[in-house]
């Protein structure tokens, strides 16, 4: 049964980071396209960050150069690294494992607050 776990998320001032972190299990980790997506209360859900199973990475033109998208397959971990974070970065971040429509899945997401 696939499972992944997000944690990290708290509340920072503007200009601070966080590091977020999603524990898979039950899934082949390194098969996987890993994402990235948050929700700020009142939007949609938005892709940030893609890491795909080559490493190839692909992030939200809002994001580009302060968040940072990696992988540890061995830990079957995905992780990102919010660095510069601004008060519009606040919102719900969900980690989602892709690998094709049948085998697509979602942690239960963690808050991440921005605000001085």
């Known amino acids: 049964q696939a499972q992944l776990v997000e944690s990290g998320g708290g509340s920072v001032q503007p200009g601070g980071s966080l590091r977020l972190s999603c524990a898979a299990s039950g899934i082949s980790f390194k098969f996987y396209a890993m994402n990235w997506y948050r929700q700020a209360p009142g939007k949609q859900r938005e892709l940030v960050a893609r890491?795909?199973?080559?490493?190839?990475?692909n992030y939200a033109d809002s994001v580009k150069g302060r968040f940072t998208i990696s992988r540890d397959n061995l830990k079957n971990t995905l992780y990102l690294q919010m660095n510069s974070l601004k008060v519009e970065d606040t919102a719900v971040y969900y980690c989602?494992?892709?690998?094709?429509?049948?085998?697509?899945?979602w942690g239960q997401g963690t808050q991440v607050t921005v605000s001085s």
């Open positions: 989602n494992a892709h690998f094709d429509s049948q085998r697509d899945y």
């Open positions: 890491i795909l199973d080559n490493s190839g990475t």
